[in-house]
């Protein structure tokens, strides 16, 4: 017997999105004991914020997030991708890990930021 996936808020998850990030959520929680959060701010993307410095997004077919101090090293970021949740899961639980280790900030400036995604999907000039 299945049950539907849920949001944090209770919601039913609507769109493949969103029911993606949701799984990769919940296997990062039952098999690396990391807790994510979900954000849907577009019915073809979800974001799943996991630490300071790293995200992934989901839009029901890939999952998908840059490698944290990819930027540093090459001069831009380097994008990678998972097709299912169980592999992204493993690999972001490495990125996981490797960024528990440092200072907020220093996590912060390896990779993404929910706050980059919020302004990305808002046109809304700060002040």
């Given amino acids: 017997m299945s049950f539907p ?9 609507r769109s493949p999105a969103e029911q993606m990030a949701l799984r990769l959520a919940a296997v990062l929680k039952r098999d690396h004991a990391i807790t994510a959060e979900v954000h849907c701010f577009h019915p073809s993307e979800a974001v799943i914020s996991i630490w300071f410095g790293l995200l992934a997004r989901a839009n029901g077919q890939l999952i ?55 302004l990305e999907h808002h046109d809304h000039p700060v002040g």
Avoid at 5 to 13: C, D, I, K
């Fill in 64 to 118: 998908r997030w840059v490698i944290p101090d990819s930027t540093r090293d090459r001069g831009k970021p380097l994008w990678t991708y998972a097709s299912s949740p169980d592999s992204a899961a493993v690999r972001l639980a490495e990125h996981y890990r490797e960024l528990c280790g440092r200072a907020p900030i220093d996590a912060a400036l390896a990779g993404s930021l929910l706050v980059d995604v919020l």
């Fill in 5 to 13: 996936l849920r949001s944090s808020s209770g919601v039913e998850a």
